[in-house]
């Protein structure tokens, strides 16, 4: 898990994304209420353990300052460009997972401040090399990125919803970014392929150099202009909450890219290598409620997941 | 994809299995009809890559000709234990894939020479090692067992009809395997469990070593005493006919354990290492209907796919 060389320091990560008062309903848990949720904050947490992470998001007069201090508690977040926006309601969502966890419905949304301007860049953010847009309209994710003019990589994430309804923009942003994440049932319905490995070169047709589908409990699929890799999930029983699972993902992912400072983190090299940093984050991640499991951990409990799971996806 | 040690012979591998002629549908394919098939033939030829293979089998004297020289012409597979037996019927199948191609639907069955007596173990194979039963009756699978008592290593295949039908007897011969392969869908109808883990130990309870539990195009999972492993599919874009996937995987997964000559093929080292060998196998005979692909395809072919499958999913 070492750098790419001992000499080199970390990119500037910036994440932009969401802030939320999550409700949650599990199949085998009972229903929680008054959770720190939101895309920014799962992977800002989780990038947090290999580098310094910038977040961008906005929440209103009503956050608790708990939850400020759950995210503070995160050495390596920076919240200089999170925003408390007075006479504004925070972001709030329930969800609720079916039988098989891999499958949820929203119980329902309160955009509250996602309703109004997107949260500003601080000028001390204006030098991130390593972007990563969380799912937003990507028309903000359009605007977010064309203030960022330092990245060395953008990556960004996306939804049905906006497969739906902004496919227009989402295809525009597409030819502006190096990555892009997304679930699996979302590359077939932006592409009409249901093999990830054909969705995804039909998405690269529109400009990223790289798509990361994400499969959930089946691992991961990354076509690269330069090659093709897959990971399976990390195998485990206990998986009690999957909300944040594809943000923190992410946030390993991009973690791992940034820490590593490799002089073109977007190659096929540097993704694959940190798919497995993602795998191993977001595992810990549904172990429980909101960040309850990634509070509870060190970087050493990553490297010792970490191991195990090259141990168990060993091949030849 | 050397051998555990370069003195040690092959152990004799030895299948029961069905052979078949498939009628066969696909969403982007025509239809195809008297195709070669059954989980004997396919696993007998993915092993035969491998080292060689005892194919236990009966037909009827319907049995095409051209379809014995299609078995006879994988170099590797022993055919003194196919019965063709007069005034029998062959085993007909008919299947239907739907537009996943992960889930099918049967058309027609027309048992034939299955619903007799099942075929005879030659006595020059009463010295087989590695024994693999593949999906029929438990009470067969029992009963092929019980006549090769000079077996290393037992593992058996299974399917919902019998977890259904003869949970009993399917019970029983657990206690007398070293290993079970099943789908994803069938070790949760067996254990109640979708995890896959979970389920896995479920089934160890009842006394094998080890559980794979192939998840078709996300790969398996391998659960055993000693540890567990995961494996993602080989990526392609080339699915034309899942049919024989997860015979053939098994046929690539028992033929590296019987190549390797370990001193204890039913180990974790030893099945976590020949997953990746089944998966590669079962790669190629996707690519096309019947055992086509496989019969166009040399073992240097196997190892240059599994270095790109090995690279594919390197981690660290």
Same mark, same amino acid.
Request: with cysteine; aromatic share 8%; hydrophobic share 40%.
């Given at each position: 898990?070492?750098?790419?060389?001992?000499?080199?320091?970390?990119?500037?990560?910036?994440?932009?994304?969401?802030?939320?008062?999550?409700?949650?309903? @599990?199949?085998?848990?009972?229903?929680?209420?008054?959770?720190?949720?939101? =895309?920014?904050?799962? !992977?800002?947490?989780?990038?947090?353990?290999?580098?310094?992470?910038?977040?961008?998001?906005?929440? *209103?007069?009503?956050?608790?300052?708990?939850?400020?201090?759950?995210?503070?508690?995160?050495?390596?977040?920076?919240?200089?460009?999170?925003?408390?926006?007075?006479?504004?309601?925070?972001?709030?969502? *329930?969800?609720?997972?079916?039988?098989?966890?891999?499958? %949820?419905?929203?119980?329902?949304?309160?955009?509250?401040?996602?309703?109004?301007?997107?949260?500003?860049?601080?000028?001390?953010?204006? $030098? =991130?090399?390593?972007?990563?847009?969380?799912?937003? /309209?990507?028309?903000?994710?359009? #605007?977010?990125?064309?203030?960022?003019?330092?990245?060395?990589?953008?990556?960004?994430?996306?939804?049905?919803?906006?497969?739906?309804?902004? &496919?227009?923009?989402?295809?525009?942003?597409?030819?502006?970014?190096?990555?892009?994440?997304?679930?699996?049932?979302?590359?077939?319905? !932006?592409?009409? /392929?249901?093999?990830?490995?054909?969705?995804?070169? &039909?998405?690269?047709? /529109?400009?990223?150099?790289?798509?990361?589908?994400? &499969?959930?409990? /089946?691992?991961?699929?990354?076509?690269?202009?330069?090659?093709?890799?897959?990971?399976?999930?990390?195998?485990?029983?206990?998986?009690? $909450?999957?909300? *944040?699972?594809?943000?923190?993902?992410?946030?390993?992912?991009?973690?791992?890219?940034?820490?590593?400072? =490799?002089?073109?983190? *977007?190659?096929?090299?540097?993704?694959?290598?940190?798919?497995?940093?993602?795998?191993?984050?977001?595992?810990?991640?549904?172990? =429980?409620?909101?960040?309850?499991?990634?509070?509870?951990?060190?970087?050493? #409990?990553?490297? @010792?997941?970490?191991?195990?799971?090259?141990?168990?996806? %060993?091949?030849?």
């Amino acid at each position: 898990m070492g750098r790419g060389s001992p000499l080199a320091s970390p990119m500037n990560l910036i994440c932009t994304g969401t802030i939320g008062i999550d409700t949650i309903e @599990t199949p085998g848990n009972d229903r929680r209420e008054h959770l720190l949720g939101g =895309s920014g904050v799962y !992977f800002a947490a989780a990038s947090s353990f290999y580098t310094t992470s910038r977040l961008v998001a906005a929440v *209103g007069d009503d956050f608790p300052s708990e939850f400020l201090d759950t995210i503070k508690s995160f050495e390596g977040v920076d919240v200089e460009g999170l925003e408390i926006r007075q006479g504004s309601k925070t972001f709030r969502w *329930g969800g609720k997972y079916l039988d098989d966890m891999d499958r %949820r419905e929203t119980l329902f949304t309160e955009l509250g401040v996602l309703e109004e301007a997107p949260p500003e860049i601080p000028d001390s953010y204006k $030098d =991130s090399e390593i972007v990563f847009l969380a799912n937003s /309209h990507p028309a903000i994710q359009l #605007d977010m990125l064309s203030q960022l003019d330092r990245r060395t990589l953008a990556v960004a994430d996306t939804m049905d919803l906006w497969i739906g309804i902004a &496919k227009d923009e989402l295809t525009t942003l597409l030819g502006k970014v190096d990555g892009l994440v997304l679930n699996f049932d979302e590359a077939e319905l !932006f592409t009409g /392929h249901r093999n990830p490995v054909t969705a995804g070169r &039909k998405l690269l047709e /529109h400009g990223p150099r790289f798509v990361v589908v994400k &499969k959930g409990e /089946h691992g991961c699929i990354l076509v690269h202009r330069d090659g093709l890799a897959a990971l399976p999930a990390y195998p485990t029983e206990r998986v009690v $909450d999957p909300t *944040g699972a594809g943000d923190s993902f992410a946030g390993g992912l991009m973690g791992r890219l940034a820490d590593r400072s =490799s002089d073109d983190p *977007g190659s096929f090299e540097s993704v694959r290598d940190a798919l497995a940093h993602g795998t191993v984050v977001a595992s810990f991640n549904v172990e =429980s409620f909101s960040l309850e499991r990634l509070r509870g951990i060190s970087k050493q #409990d990553i490297q @010792t997941r970490f191991a195990d799971y090259a141990s168990m996806t %060993r091949i030849g």
